[in-house]
């Protein structure tokens, strides 16, 4: 049996959300479901994360989800955490995504690679924009670290979290990796 629950923590970038789901018939207590970003207001990461969860709000979260939101503090405080051993339950997305998202974790903290270097990872490596559509549907930003992957030649590539390129650039700033937003720009006529 499986129970959905959402909450929201504060952080250093500003109010996140997590939703998990709790097994009660399983070794594994819980796994993330969704993972929300800040938007530009508290009440915005609310109602998108209550939205696209469907689950209902929890106060105080299981002791796994409350160990999760200790470690992502540490990580937005600038202690680089690896998020690769958390739970994930990716059910609700489409089985490229699934591999997609499962072949991102892979990706330590402070690294970084491109688009097209993870569809040759995944034997596709035709599919650069189908990579790119995948992770911007990544319901697990940061616990699945989206971020690391960048468009070709150095450029940032897109972020679909609230600030895009800008939040991208921050989160790796973060990890040590840096990314040159300017880059997209300086083709100019």
């Known amino acids: ?82 998020f690769r051993d958390i739970p994930v339950d990716l059910g609700d997305a489409g089985p490229f995504v699934q591999k997609v998202c499962q072949a991102t974790r892979r990706i330590p903290p402070g690294k970084t690679t491109t688009y097209g270097e993870l569809a040759r990872t995944l034997g596709q490596p035709g599919a650069v924009r189908a990579v790119g559509k995948a992770l911007a549907s990544n319901p697990i930003p940061l616990i699945i670290p989206c971020h690391r992957v960048m468009a070709a030649h150095g450029r940032p590539g897109g972020f679909s979290a609230h600030g895009g390129r800008v939040t991208k650039a921050k989160l790796l700033a973060i990890e040590g990796a840096t990314v040159n937003l300017c880059l997209e720009f300086t083709k100019s006529g």
């Open 1 to 82: 049996m499986k129970d959905a629950a959402y909450c929201l923590f504060e952080t250093p970038l500003g109010m996140c959300g997590i939703a998990w789901r709790e097994f009660k018939d399983s070794t594994a207590s819980c796994a993330v479901t969704l993972f929300q970003l800040p938007e530009s207001t508290r009440e915005r990461t609310e109602t998108r994360i209550a939205q696209t969860s469907g689950a209902d709000a929890r106060g105080v979260p299981p002791p796994s989800i409350a160990a999760i939101i200790e470690r992502v503090r540490k990580h937005l405080q600038g202690e680089p955490q690896d």
